[in-house]
């Protein structure tokens, strides 16, 4: 809970305060968008630890479905949130959002994040304290990758090293996502089965 209030209060307020205009890059916003996995995890793994019986495959994976659109959601509503803070901070007569296609980039490959995230969880889920372990390891490693990722990018950006255009983000994007839907796919299949042959 403090982990996700803190991302929420960050994203939603204290980088457009920080980072001003710059919020509105792509290489700002498709990083922020993945951050909706910390809600996915937690919901994940608390609907699992509620559980008394080993549910039906049919039911995890309606589960898992649900957490993720919940979790994705929400992510992206927060999102959208520090983007309206980012020009009620710094106005400058007309609002200022990045373009539809990196919406839609961000939104995917958000939404794969948030699938794949979902498949780790169920696979550990029922078993409490390795799912503790899991969601805190992989919210720290998300956490400091989007860190290291908008530090990076935001110097080679700077330095001219590396040049990316919308097209060449839209394609990394999208290619991420299919790798990340594909096994988060996976994963729930395999954690559905797993606690199927646990009964």
Request: proline fraction near 4%; charge should be positive; glycine fraction near 8%.
């Amino acid at each position: 809970m403090i982990l996700n209030a803190l991302a929420v209060g960050v994203v939603s307020f204290g980088l457009p305060w920080l980072m001003g205009l710059a919020f509105v890059r792509s290489l700002v916003v498709i990083p922020l968008a993945c951050l909706s996995v910390f809600l996915v995890a937690d919901l994940v793994s608390e609907s699992f630890d509620s559980s008394q019986a080993v549910p039906d495959p049919r039911e995890v994976i309606g589960r898992a479905a649900a957490c993720v659109l919940i979790g994705w959601l929400c992510g992206l509503t927060i999102l959208f949130a520090g983007l309206v803070a980012m020009n009620a901070m710094h106005w400058e007569g007309e609002w200022l959002f990045p373009s539809i296609i990196i919406l839609i980039d961000a939104a995917l490959l958000s939404l794969a994040a948030c699938v794949f995230v979902a498949g780790i969880a169920v696979c550990v889920g029922p078993n409490p304290a390795s799912a503790r372990a899991a969601r805190l390891t992989l919210k720290l490693m998300m956490l400091f990758s989007t860190i290291l990722l908008m530090y990076g990018c935001s110097r080679s950006l700077a330095s001219g090293r590396v040049f990316l255009t919308n097209r060449k983000i839209t394609s990394i994007a999208w290619m991420a996502s299919a790798f990340l839907m594909a096994n988060g796919a996976a994963l729930v299949a395999y954690g559905a089965t797993a606690q199927r042959g646990k009964k």
